[in-house]
């Protein structure tokens, strides 16, 4: 089995263990869920392309995995998927600047003032 079905089977059973819980607080995400990527002013492609670019941002790999399923289930093209994941590769290096200017100011307080 690889990485991606295995992925799959582990969200598969841990979602089918939080409703066979009766789960309130996952039975609420659920519906918070449908409510999020029903078509609206953005339509539901639309909405799975950010969750991609999100979805790169913060390292979820079943993320990942879930919303490219759903962007290209809704018709997203290969291409509009590799944009919206360039999206996210942006959103990590721009965090990563503000850490450098953070770090930046570090310097010059500790070495003083830039000459």
Request: charged share 30%; aromatic share 6%; with cysteine.
């Amino acid at each position: 089995m690889d990485k991606l079905d295995e992925i799959s089977r582990k969200r598969k059973k841990a979602h089918q263990k939080l409703v066979s819980l009766k789960s309130k607080v996952y039975e609420s995400f659920l519906q918070m869920e449908q409510a999020a990527y029903t078509d609206g002013a953005l339509p539901k492609k639309t909405k799975e392309l950010i969750a991609i670019g999100i979805s790169i941002y913060t390292d979820c790999q079943s993320c990942m995995q879930w919303h490219i399923d759903q962007a290209a289930a809704c018709g997203a093209t290969a291409h509009e998927i590799l944009e919206a994941i360039e999206v996210g590769i942006e959103m990590g290096a721009g965090r990563v600047t503000v850490s450098a200017r953070f770090a930046l100011d570090v310097m010059e307080r500790a070495f003083g003032h830039e000459k």
